[in-house]
């Protein structure tokens, strides 16, 4: 599969890409390296993506919200239930075994449950509040 690989990174981290990951070599034309960008248009990002790699346990939980397939970089995640609804796969940092997990959750359904809500727990308060208050 050959696919755009769009890497918001930090300054630091694109310097040593550069310098020591790929040294003499071309950086890949499919491979974005893009300065970090805000929260809002990471999830329009997310949203658009057909899959999302990531570290971060606050990017499984919106890629699950929003119903784009993720693989997590770690062996294990502060977020299973992202793992139990089918949304992410754990693949740790082999680059065979993260090739393997995003060919499987790209096959996937994406037909999970939200395990993290249906968005109405401000009415839910509010209404609580005004019967108690």
């Not at 918001?8 to 040593?16: E, G, L, M």
């Not at 950086?27 to 893009?34: E, G, M, R, S, Y």
């Not at 993506?49 to 997590?72: F, N, W």
């Not at 680059?95 to 727990?121: A, H, L, M, T, Y």
Request: aromatic share 6%.
């Amino acid at each position: 599969m050959h696919c755009k690989i769009f890497f918001p990174v930090h300054p630091r981290t694109r310097n040593y890409l550069i310098n020591y990951a790929f040294l003499d070599k071309k950086v890949p034309d499919n491979l974005i390296l893009n300065d970090p960008i805000s929260y809002n248009e990471m999830i329009v990002l997310e949203k658009s993506a057909r899959v999302i790699i990531t570290d971060s346990g606050g990017v499984q939980e919106e890629t699950c919200i929003l119903k784009r397939p993720c693989v997590t970089l770690r062996d294990n995640t502060e977020r299973p239930e992202t793992i139990e609804v089918g949304s992410n796969i754990l693949s740790g940092v082999e680059p065979e075994k993260i090739i393997d997990c995003v060919n499987i959750i790209i096959d996937r359904e994406k037909n999970w449950i939200n395990p993290f809500g249906n968005g109405d727990s401000s009415k839910k308060i509010i209404d609580i509040l005004e019967k108690n208050l």
